[in-house]
């Protein structure tokens, strides 16, 4: 069978970024303490870094994740009965490959709806997967999973079955409480009774390995976090030193999160012109670039009810450090 033409919806307008940056940089270093959200890490060099960081040894989430695809992806497609998966974040998609073999195999799956930010990494995997199932629609949407849920394709009900929406890669451990609660709650919101989220994350461990995993000793992971400093640099004019920061990884045991920030070296003012700001950053003053929340199964299933999702079955890879929830919408 030919594979069809993957159909691609661009729901983010020309000047997204470039908007949502100025008003990222306007809230979080325009008042303290300093702030700015993760997804800026996440230009070309930012994602070449952040692929060779999940091969590294002591990175573990990814390999974790994928042993309970490998392990268990059957297992996951017998227990719904989707016949449309949609996956938030999607990147690549080679994690749900997996995912998508098994519910091909249960016969059932009709579409495929790969959503993502970045619309040439997306092109490239619906055409691959087009041709690696080519009995699949594959529909891809280039958006952002905190705005566009409500414009996601529905499930058909002629085709007896109902959606199931991959959220992975412990990507929910980077909300804060109060985002993680308002995603859930919206979620839930776009999904129909009885429809499904499958939901990766990672899983609390000992402090000492959850720092040497975000504080490789080649420093890739101060490249990567450093990385948001030159995109700044570059999107909107701003004269950073990137050198004058340090890369600070650090266990907060109260929240049960990594927090990932860059500490000043020197006191400088910064200017950024294309959003307008001027930052005085004093000497050891910090920036937050990025949480990584652990969780613990009693927790998930906790918030996810608040949400309005039942918990049917958790998977957790052979050493215990990742799971993943299978939950419906009540």
């Given at each position: 069978m030919t594979a069809p033409d993957p159909v691609v919806s661009v729901l983010l307008d020309p000047g997204w970024a470039s908007g949502a940056l100025v008003a990222d940089v306007r809230r979080g270093l325009g008042e303290r303490p300093l702030r700015l959200p993760p997804k800026w890490l996440y230009d070309d060099r930012g994602s070449e870094l952040f692929d060779?960081?999940?091969?590294?040894?002591?990175?573990?989430?990814?390999?974790?994740?994928?042993?309970?695809?490998?392990?268990?992806?059957?297992?996951?497609?017998?227990?719904?009965?989707?016949?449309?998966?949609?996956?938030?974040?999607?990147?690549?998609?080679?994690?749900?490959?997996?995912?998508?073999?098994?519910?091909?195999?249960?016969g059932r799956l009709r579409r495929f709806v790969p959503l993502d930010v970045s619309e040439g990494t997306l092109r490239q995997a619906a055409a691959d997967l087009s041709a690696r199932f080519p009995e699949v629609a594959v529909e891809a949407v280039v958006g952002d999973f905190t705005l566009h849920l409500g414009q996601l394709p529905h499930g058909d009900p002629s085709e007896g079955g109902g959606r199931l929406v991959a959220f992975l890669g412990g990507t929910i451990?980077?909300?804060?409480?109060?985002?993680?609660?308002?995603?859930?709650?919206?979620?839930?919101?776009?999904?129909?009774?009885?429809?499904?989220?499958?939901?990766?994350?990672?899983?609390?461990?000992?402090?000492?390995?959850?720092?040497?995993?975000?504080?490789?000793?080649?420093?890739?992971?101060?490249?990567?976090?450093?990385?948001?400093?030159?995109?700044?640099?570059?999107?909107?004019?701003?004269?950073?030193?990137?050198?004058?920061?340090r890369y600070v990884p650090f266990w907060d045991p109260t929240l049960e999160r990594m927090d990932l920030r860059l500490r000043a070296e020197v006191p400088q003012r910064v200017s950024i012109p294309g959003a307008d700001l001027v930052v005085d950053v004093g000497l050891g003053e910090e920036i937050q670039v990025e949480i990584s929340t652990k969780f613990r199964p009693d927790g998930v299933r906790r918030e996810l009810g608040v949400a309005g999702f039942e918990v049917t079955a958790t998977w957790t890879d052979p050493d215990g450090d990742f799971a993943l929830t299978l939950a419906r919408r009540r």
């Open positions: 060779r960081i999940t091969r590294l040894d002591a990175y573990y989430p990814f390999r974790a994740e994928r042993a309970i695809f490998q392990r268990h992806a059957a297992e996951i497609a017998a227990a719904c009965d989707a016949t449309t998966l949609v996956e938030l974040g999607s990147g690549t998609s080679e994690k749900t490959r997996l995912l998508l073999d098994a519910l091909h195999d249960t451990g980077n909300l804060y409480v109060e985002e993680r609660a308002a995603f859930l709650g919206a979620l839930a919101d776009s999904l129909e009774p009885g429809e499904w989220l499958l939901l990766g994350t990672d899983l609390v461990k000992s402090a000492d390995r959850l720092v040497a995993a975000y504080d490789d000793a080649g420093g890739l992971t101060a490249a990567f976090v450093g990385n948001c400093l030159l995109v700044l640099n570059r999107e909107l004019g701003a004269d950073f030193d990137p050198d004058a920061y």
